[in-house]
């Protein structure tokens, strides 16, 4: 804990040195957090140097109520949830109740998959993600937004938040399914 005060201090004095071993110390983690709201990974990494120049000029107010670590995340999230209201070109809304019922997935059933999956894959899985379903979905899943914050944040419904959020998990579930039978047909090729 002293070290990551000496840099905490070092970085609110401005010296390059602890603000170099304060990124060297989470931006991996928090490049994991941008990928997640990001397209691809060039997308993700300018979003976590936009958000660790946020963090640097922000530094004096951190108030050592919760950890750094998550401080950090939080500018993250906040910074990738902003470029993406700053770049979204239509408002997106959809009322759940006019989804046809027989559309609906049951969030509760567990999916038809059960080999473990390499996180790269899941997480290009998510990236692949409309921009709406991807942000709801990260904020939902990850982040523990309920549907009425998730709403507000992006100035959005609470059903829009939800239908988001379905489509999200279905999409995903067919984007497994179809890995799952890709991977059975390379097998049974002899490919594997």
Known sequence: MFIEETILQGCIEGKRNAQYQLYRKF????LGVCLRYSQSREEAEDILQE?????FQNIASFRK??????????????HALNRFRKNRKLPFYENIEEINETEIID???????????LAEILL?????LPQG???????????DFSHKEIGETLNISDNTSKTQLMKARR???KKLEEFKQK??????????
């Not at 991977?183 to 594997?192: D, S, V, W």
Request: no cysteine.
């Open 27 to 30: 931006s991996s983690i928090m």
């Open 51 to 55: 958000g660790f120049l946020k963090v």
């Open 65 to 78: 109520e919760g950890s750094l670590e998550g401080w950090i995340k939080r500018i993250m999230i906040n």
């Open 107 to 117: 969030t509760n059933e567990e999916p038809a998959i059960n080999e473990p999956f």
């Open 124 to 128: 290009s899985m998510i990236q692949s």
């Open 133 to 143: 379903y991807r942000v709801v979905f990260n904020m939902y899943v990850f982040e």
């Open 171 to 173: 999409l995903l579930r």
């Open 183 to 192: 991977q059975h047909l390379a097998f049974a090729n002899g490919k594997q």
